[in-house]
T-cell receptor, first 114, second 115 residues
Framework: AQKITQTQPGMFVQEKEAVTLDCTYD???????LFWYKQPSSGEMIFLIY??????QNATEGRYSLNFQKARKSANLVISASQLGDSAMYFCAMREGRANNLFFGTGTRLTVIP | DAMVIQNPRYQVTQFGKPVTLSCSQTLNHNVMYWYQQKSSQAPKLLFHYYDKDFNNEADTPDNFQSRRPNTSFCFLDIRSPGLGDAAMYLCATSLTPGSVYETQYFGPGTRLLVL
């Protein structure tokens, strides 16, 4: 079974609008961390935001927020006030327990339209 | 600024000719990772070093090796590159392993082309 599922291969959003990128995860470990990374066409994987399984509040970092619904095992990324520079691939990833591996989803390509 | 640096950004090699990719970091992190990312796919962990301890993923081909001569540097050696090894290779670091709270910080990647 896939540990991370991103069902949206591509998304379009109008500049200045908000957009939600979906991510669901699968784990039986009670301790895990969820991460979102942005990968522009240059290739660098840029860390955006983190949510721990025991965190009571949804994480926020500037224009990025994570809609964490533990019972549904979802960790959607919300980008507010989209900018042209937000056009990139976005990867959701999970780290379980004491494992070192980051499990990545297949990514969502976001295109911001002027 | 503290960062993860990868050289070169683009590497072209010939089928079967050994190639080495380089990663350095100024974050003073204990753990360094190498990921392979093929076109339109998610990154896949090849191996990682925790200090000098090497940890190989079970499905990493023997063709891939790594060296970490000191805290700052880590190398990926591909002994006999095949056409299927053409990919983006991403180096990442984290302060410690084995914690769900540890963020991995990535370098800009090296795109490898095999002719």
């Amino acid at each position: 079974a896939q540990k991370i599922t991103q069902t949206q291969p591509g998304m379009f959003v109008q500049e200045k609008e908000a957009v939600t990128l979906d991510c669901t995860y699968d784990t039986s470990d009670p301790s895990y961390g969820l991460f979102w990374y942005k990968q522009p066409s240059s290739g660098e994987m840029i860390f955006l935001i983190y949510q721990g399984s025991y965190d009571q509040q949804n994480a926020t970092e500037g224009r990025y927020s994570l809609n964490f619904q533990k019972a549904r095992k979802s960790a959607n990324l919300v980008i507010s006030a989209s900018q042209l520079g937000d056009s990139a691939m976005y990867f959701c990833a999970m780290r379980e327990g004491r494992a070192n591996n980051l499990f990545f989803g297949t990514g969502t390509r976001l295109t911001v339209i002027p | 600024d503290a960062m993860v640096i990868q050289n070169p950004r683009y590497q072209v090699t010939q089928f079967g000719k050994p190639v080495t990719l380089s990663c350095s970091q100024t974050l003073n992190h204990n753990v360094m990772y190498w990921y392979q990312q093929k076109s339109s796919q998610a990154p896949k962990l090849l191996f990682h070093y925790y200090d000098k301890d090497f940890n190989n993923e079970a499905d990493t081909p023997d063709n891939f090796q790594s060296r970490r001569p000191n805290t700052s540097f880590c190398f990926l050696d591909i002994r006999s590159p095949g056409l299927g090894d053409a990919a983006m290779y991403l180096c990442a670091t984290s302060l410690t392993p084995g914690s769900v709270y540890e963020t991995q910080y990535f370098g800009p990647g090296t795109r490898l082309l095999v002719l």
